[in-house]
């Protein structure tokens, strides 16, 4: 592939950034009440004032992580904006549960008051999320032990007893494991370790293995096949569940794990994440008709009960964009750049929207825009962005940039 | 409209009719467990073990009306396998909640332990019409009793106290009104009324007049839009959530509204019902590019969040033949039946499968089959069946058949 190519993809990359970031700098924040609104139409008018605490917490880690290594968005905006949607997080999130306990909401009205809780840890995560890297930002000692403190929240109900997330046990409710809880903590151990020294990574390395073993067994048939429910001792489970491929999320898994690698150097792991998280999940998620990636699969080939599994969705493409570039950083093997290339040439032909900026977030099996919205209840100020500030950067430093 | 196109339609509906029963029978039934797989492929393979309460509860009712109802149906077979639902739903659907209080599980596994309980009525609501239709088959007064003690706990969770349902109490969750529950209602006090004489419709008078009442609260915006979701006190609630429109939703609350009016004989309600509730849903949620009626609609305009709003389901089609066909038995508006003949060209065009029977029950916005299964999750032996059957009968009548 020319340099000029790669030139090409990087001066578009960025131009995108700038115009994504434009885009929620203009259209989410709340003066009124701090915290981010995340339901932008088209145009970005607000068609609905819920605030989702996934997106929140996002929200102010994407803000932040572009305020701390971008000179072009240092400024006082941003660094104000992340600002008011931490403390809309740490004054509203957190509500009681049954007996005692809390949790963090799932979703709070336009003031705050808590909608919805999910019997799951995410919103947590990505409350410590924001929070740990706003506290990067702002220097806040407290605000990074708070993040601390709710990781430890989270990994006690995960590795100890999950009785704290109100779900109750039931005798046909098999425990499984969902690829997305150690992609998540793994995600937290990586963002909560970086550039903190040795003492914090040892506290977090534990976990840390843990994780990347958990991912592991999602592997299975041989290692031809990443599924995203397996059994507590990395078994197939029966049915639907059991069968459920999802293209996008083995290849976020591919590059978590492949930024694991470079900080613990580990050759098998990357040429396993390479081949069977990044490449094969690539291929076999891969719409051969009209391109672009399924949403989910089955892997005997039964139709997925999920209505949507057929769209194309913006987040898979940006999690190929990003593992298979960081292959190539890890790797220099040519034929993960025309992977690259198809996932872009695909992606920057059907998302980005040339009329007023953001991508769409929702195609048809055939690539037409079927959800014209740029923001909601799932799609927020996240993907997009940590997306092209990772391409731009590993572009950077594969033309030797970044000195 | 000539009386052959209309022995045309009641020759096709029959066919249907018998060509979905034959599915079922063959493919469905579970003779080890009991109850019935509703997981079945497109050539009627059992593609996940799993049953859904909601499913085998309206397979019980589908039976149990057929056999009592249609003489080519009073087959031992089909008697059979109603009681054997039934003996598993009684055996198995009833499990524990949180301090001490019972629900009926959302779907348990092949042999009948509880995987998932949902905190919403629609379980216990359709156990209700499985076995009060299955008691009028068998005689069996103490199951008769059972389906009236569950209603009136049912009763209990919607007008007086939802605490036993099990979801928190939250302070941003506006209480609201979704149409979903006084339909559901109103079918149950239909069902348990039916052919029981002047004590049992007088006990249950109340409920169904409060859910008239409560559906009527959804006709908004001076009579010309049905909105899913009102507050309580029956205005607009903000956001998408008050947007929302459901087109199937509000053909099938038509024809609940109209079966009512022939039970009390209430001509406003008639026509509020056939102008409201069935014409004006049906020509705001037809898809005039590609035909057949959209899964979701915002009411303004907006695009719905629902990844599946612009896709063409069949039960929405079931609906509205039933509506319409029932909306002319009622008035004999020729118009009437001319929608009915639209919404027929439309279903029998996309959704019955010919190679292998039954219907297709999710196409794409531009008709293209998109989910192949006959039964998933919330697909099973209901909306077809009774739709054909329920035009087969109307048809009789109107071709004056049935004396």
Request: a negative charge; one cysteine or more; glycine letters at 10%.
């Amino acid at each position: 592939m020319s340099v000029q190519r790669l030139e090409q993809f990087r001066e578009r990359i960025r131009q995108e950034l700038d115009r994504t970031v434009d885009f929620w700098v203009k259209h989410s924040h709340d003066p009124e009440h701090g915290g981010f609104f995340t339901c932008l139409s088209r145009d970005g008018r607000v068609y609905d004032e819920l605030k989702y605490v996934w997106l929140q917490g996002r929200q102010v880690w994407m803000y932040c992580r572009l305020y701390r290594t971008v000179p072009r968005f240092h400024t006082e905006e941003i660094l104000e904006a992340a600002k008011a949607g931490g403390a809309f997080l740490r004054k509203h999130a957190r509500v009681g549960g049954s007996s005692g306990l809390w949790k963090c909401a799932f979703c709070l009205t336009r003031d705050g008051r808590a909608v919805k809780i999910q019997r799951t840890i995410f919103s947590e995560c990505f409350y410590v999320l924001g929070l740990d890297e706003l506290s990067r930002v702002t220097g806040d000692r407290d605000m990074q032990v708070e993040a601390e403190q709710m990781m430890e929240k989270v990994v006690h109900w995960v590795q100890e007893d999950p009785s704290g997330l109100g779900r109750p046990q039931l005798p046909g409710d098999t425990p499984s494991s969902s690829m997305a809880v150690p992609m998540m903590l793994l995600c937290l151990v990586q963002q909560l370790s970086e550039g903190r020294g040795p003492p914090t990574a040892l506290k977090y390395q534990r976990v840390g293995q843990w994780c990347v073993q958990q991912i592991l067994m999602h592997l299975q048939r041989g290692g031809m096949a990443v599924l995203e429910n397996v059994s507590v001792d990395g078994a197939e489970l029966q049915g639907c569940q059991g069968r459920l491929q999802n293209p996008g999320h083995a290849l976020e898994a591919g590059w978590f794990l492949l930024q694991y690698t470079s900080q613990w150097g580990l050759q098998d792991l990357q040429d396993t994440a390479i081949r069977s998280f990044i490449e094969g999940p690539f291929h076999s998620g891969w719409d051969p008709d009209h391109g672009g990636l399924f949403y989910f699969r089955d892997v005997d080939g039964h139709c997925p009960t999920q209505l949507e599994w057929s769209m194309k969705l913006w987040w898979p493409h940006c999690e190929a964009l990003v593992a298979f570039l960081m292959a190539y950083a890890h790797t220099r093997r040519p034929e993960l750049l025309e992977c690259f290339t198809q996932v872009y040439d695909y992606t920057f032909k059907h998302f980005p929207d040339a009329q007023s900026g953001e991508w769409f977030g929702y195609l048809t099996q055939e690539g037409k825009v079927v959800l014209d919205f740029k923001g909601g209840p799932f799609k927020g100020f996240f993907h997009v962005p940590r997306c092209l500030l990772m391409c731009e950067n590993m572009l950077d430093q594969i033309l030797g940039r970044d000195q």
